[in-house]
């Protein structure tokens, strides 16, 4: 097991207007499980692959411990990679695909026969070892992959979009898995995901990559309390969180016609930053219904029933007139939602809304202090 870093790494493909890794700074711990998602195109599997020594790195260094790997073959730098499409051997049974780079490299049959047996006990594949490939469900061949990993014993699993072609179901079902597992071998691992929901819930830290740079990294738990700009406070989060355009006055936010009030000291740092608009947001379950009169008015166009959870998806009118609305998403009462076409009144709590400012996207308060664990931009909850 080692520590990894990424010092300033930066991909760029011939003939590319823009790089898709662009100057990564990225320190990850020995034993850290930690996971790169973000939308398609924003550099998360070629970071992966650089690591992994399939890309060239064309400015910057990566390191695996103390040796920097940066232009190692990937034969070299005792990792271990599992693909999003398993490449299992067809011909070859569990056994033998599970054992074969061990095969190769001149271990002993004994050896590998109980590195094998070893590996597939942990991963519930000891009746499957005698069978090939094509005599598996998809979650077995997932895990005859992860086996394969595990067998070498490597410094790090590097492991790419591995759960893709699995239905939902059992992606839930083997997401618990993989990271009960490596919280069992303490081996450190990289997981590349489009799936914020996956990196939420597997992830020690959760890496936020945008257009090949790093938005934000830091535990879920701070990426969705505390997230640094627009775009992660947009992207972290199932419902995501609710961003509105708004004006400001001299106390807050313009919102439905009222004002909303922000901290002092925020409104402070939204006057430095010179402009009379910012982004205000707030998670679905940051609101509570309240009587006519009180609060903003909100029209509910749809309610999603969950069974245990429930979203009215609906509008409430800005300051900036009927082009400023958008839709937005509120938790409600499971048990009591309200009524397509209701008009409600929400009150959003305080102390759960955030002030973006509107020139840098970045989230605003008073105190700018930076705190640990974050990324390259991180500016303190409002």
């Known amino acids: 097991m080692a520590a990894i870093t990424y010092d300033r790494a930066t991909v760029q493909y011939p003939g ?29 599997s070629t970071s992966l ?68 047996e070893d590996a597939a006990k942990i991963l519930d594949l000891t009746e499957y070892l005698d069978r090939k490939p094509k005599a598996l469900s998809g979650g077995q061949r997932q895990r005859v992959a992860m ?54 819930t597997m992830g020690d830290r959760v890496c936020v990559l945008k257009d090949g740079y790093l938005m934000q990294v830091d535990t879920p738990r701070n990426l969705y309390d505390k997230p640094d700009n627009v775009f992660v406070a947009g992207f972290i989060g199932s419902p995501a969180m609710n961003l509105i355009d708004v004006d400001l006055d001299g106390d807050g936010a313009v919102l439905g016609g009222r004002s909303f009030p922000l901290p002092r000291a925020t409104m402070a740092a939204l006057a430095e930053d010179g402009s009379k608009t910012a982004t205000l947001g707030f998670r ?41 609305d958008k839709l937005l998403t509120l938790r409600v009462d499971a048990r009591k939602p309200p009524m397509k076409g209701e008009i409600i009144h929400i009150q959003i709590n305080p102390d759960e809304a955030h002030a973006f400012s509107a020139s840098t996207g970045r989230r605003v308060s008073g105190d700018a202090a930076p705190a640990p664990g974050g990324g390259a931009t991180r500016v303190s909850q409002a």
């Not at 591995?162 to 990289?190: C, F, H, M, Y």
């Open 16 to 44: 590319a207007e823009r790089p898709s890794v662009n100057a990564l700074d990225l320190e990850i711990a020995d034993g850290e499980f930690l996971v790169l998602v973000g939308p398609s195109g924003c550099g998360k």
């Open 49 to 116: 692959r650089a690591l992994a020594g399939l890309e060239a790195v064309a400015d910057g260094t990566i390191r695996i411990g103390d040796k920097d790997v940066t232009h190692l073959p990937p034969k070299e730098r005792d990792i271990a990679m599992v693909f999003q499409n398993y490449a299992l051997y067809p011909h070859m049974t569990v056994a033998d695909n599970m054992g074969f780079a061990l095969k190769i490299s001149g271990m002993k049959k004994e050896e590998t026969r109980k590195r094998v």
């Open 147 to 200: 086996g394969r990993a595990i067998v070498r014993s490597p410094q790090a699993f590097l492991m790419d979009e591995p759960l893709s072609n699995l239905d939902a179901k059992l992606r839930v079902q083997t997401r618990t898995e993989i990271a009960a597992l490596q919280r069992r071998l303490g081996t450190t691992t990289v997981y590349v995901t489009h799936d914020q929901v996956e990196a939420m």
């Open 284 to 324: 679905p379950e940051g609101v509570r219904l309240v009587g006519e009169g009180e609060g903003f008015p909100f029209e509910v166009v749809v309610v999603e029933e969950l069974g245990s959870d429930a979203y009215a998806y609906g509008t409430m009118h800005t300051s900036r007139g009927t082009e400023g």
